[in-house]
């Protein structure tokens, strides 16, 4: 763990005074969680502020200090740990914070575009209304909405998250789905559970995602020449709000109101915005064995699929802007790779550290561009250790996902981009030989050998003695399988590419990381024009603060 020790300052006007002469200080902890100083001192302190209640300091440091007791920034996922006492460093150093500290996870390079809006721009919410949440883990809940009806075409230029007070961690993640538009207003009555046996028809046209937030993210604000187009025959009338509800304490009576705010202009932008799904179909075919410390799964965006639709749509090819990269639980790291031709070209997002809790879009420092031909692979890795049984895809958080959702422009009439890896040659891999047919039941049933005998292809999966040697044998299999191929349109339609069977492309696994540079600041960098700032907002006693920032 890297750590900024800061010293505080005192001024009775609340000016900065640098006075101090250990202001600020390096440390870093040992495998023994010892707080020793470092001998390379990094961080440069740029400008502190204190009054009667706040510290605000800014420092920089170089994103690659090549100190073995620093730890590289990048663009994944930060764990920032915030801590302090109300005296002074002495000789002995910093003295022990007790309950005096926090914990938040950050995109320290997140290349942000402004959200603050120039103007009062109107907006409109998509919200529940007092959803009974059931004492169960997991609950999706749909509930479809009507857009507001517009005489002339608008464009959403921001999206905001509106969590219920106290429930910010059970709203997991929110999805809105474009529905067909060839509906009354009676579907809108009602709410129910997504998925599920009795839900109603309508929710079955709601296809196309045309916006995704998860837990931890914040507002996404589009690009000055790029919106969400609302008001003319091509957009949503009725869409519907996915609401996942993450329950594990099977807490009783809880009763949700959260949704999504849309901001929204008539002044209208140059370009309007698609979102494309791609990665692993959440399927029960994705399949992750216990125990392994690290498993690698890979969902394919097809260069068939990408051929077909961008030589219809857009043949000079979509330019994506923001990439929102989607796993549960076991998730530990996800890339977005792209290849043209073979070639693989610079990767359109990744977060080697990925938290569950922390789910945002992820702006791109420059816009890439995805022509006819090319094909993108979703890399997931996760870590089963603690798990004593397989971990399946599908919709809990103890099921698992590996998605990537891509904001691009111009939009164009391609909503999924997916794969799923073939079951029967996985099953192989643990001896199985025949399985009932036809398929009456699901799960299906194993019919042989004996040791399988009508069990479902799950209970023969968890009954497969793994072990490492086995999971990483089946992982090399896994990532060399045929792969069906998903390729939809909206309106559930498909483009003519859907349900072919595709080998993965021979690349390079797993991908291999440029090498760092050391004192390496890029222009957009923190130590540019991009200071790295801790803000320091605690009560101070005596206006007298010791603070100590980390990162793990």
């Not at 789910?359 to 798990?387: M, S, V």
Request: net charge negative; aromatic share 12%.
């Amino acid at each position: 763990i890297n750590i900024l020790n800061l010293n505080s300052f005192h001024s009775e006007f609340g000016y900065p005074n640098f006075s101090f002469p250990y202001f600020p200080q390096d440390y870093f902890t040992n495998a023994n969680r010892e707080l020793k100083k470092d001998t390379q001192q990094d961080y440069h302190l740029e400008y502190a502020m204190e009054n009667s209640t706040h510290t605000i300091i800014e420092f920089t440091r170089e994103l690659h200090t090549c100190d073995i007791n620093d730890k590289s920034i990048t663009e994944s996922t930060v764990r920032v740990i915030w801590a302090y006492h109300h005296e002074d460093v002495g000789e002995a150093g910093p003295k022990y914070h007790d309950s005096n500290r926090g914990t938040k996870s950050l995109r320290l390079l997140n290349h942000e575009t402004s959200k603050v809006l120039p103007t009062v721009v109107p907006y409109f919410d998509l919200v529940n209304q007092d959803v009974p949440i059931p004492n169960k883990g997991t609950t999706y809940w749909c509930q479809m909405f009507k857009i507001p009806v517009f005489q002339e075409k608008h464009h959403v230029i921001k999206v905001e998250p509106v969590i219920q007070r106290g429930h910010e961690s059970l709203v997991h993640h929110i999805l809105l789905y474009q529905c067909s538009s060839s509906f009354n207003d009676s579907i809108l009555d009602y709410g129910h559970e997504c998925y599920h046996p009795n839900m109603p028809d309508a929710f079955l046209t709601c296809e196309t995602v045309i916006f995704a937030w998860a837990i931890g993210g914040e507002g996404f604000s589009y690009p000055p020449h790029v919106g969400l187009s609302l008001g003319t025959p091509l957009d949503p009338r009725y869409v519907l709000l996915e609401v996942h509800y993450d329950n594990p304490t099977y807490k009783e009576g809880l009763i949700d109101n959260s949704g999504l705010r849309l901001f929204h202009t008539t002044d209208i932008r140059k370009y309007d915005a698609g979102v494309i799904e791609a990665g692993l179909w959440v399927s029960l075919f994705h399949t992750i064995p216990p125990g392994m410390p690290e498993f690698r799964s890979e969902g394919h965006c097809t260069l068939e699929c990408l051929e077909e639709a961008l030589e219809a749509e857009k043949p000079s090819g979509i330019h994506v802007f923001a990439v929102l990269l989607h796993a549960h639980l076991a998730g530990r790291g996800i890339r977005l790779r792209h290849f043209r031709k073979g070639e693989e070209m610079r990767l359109l997002a990744y977060d080697d550290d990925f938290d569950f809790n922390f789910q945002e879009f992820q702006y791109l420092k420059e816009e890439q561009t995805i022509l006819p031909g090319d094909n993108l692979i979703t890399e997931c890795r996760y870590n089963t250790k603690d798990r004593a049984r397989m971990t399946w895809g599908g919709l809990s958080t103890r099921n698992e996902m590996c998605l990537s959702y891509l904001l691009y422009y111009p939009r164009i009439n391609l909503t999924r981009c997916a794969s799923i890896p073939d079951i029967m040659e996985q099953l192989q891999f643990i001896g199985v030989k025949e399985i009932y047919r036809p398929v009456t039941t699901w799960p299906f049933i194993i019919k042989s050998p004996k040791q399988y005998k009508n069990l479902s292809f799950m209970d023969a999966m968890n009954k497969f003695k793994w072990a490492k040697k086995e999971g990483l044998s089946f992982n090399k299999l896994v990532l060399s399988l045929p792969v069906n191929v998903r390729c939809s349109k909206t309106d559930n339609a498909e483009w003519s590419i859907q349900g072919m069977t595709a080998l993965p492309p021979h690349v390079e696994r797993p991908y291999k990381t440029e090498p760092l540079v050391c004192g390496a600041s890029s222009s957009s960098s923190l130590h540019r024009n991009r200071a790295l700032e801790l803000p320091v907002g605690f009560v101070v006693l005596g206006s007298m603060l010791h603070s100590t920032g980390l990162w793990s």
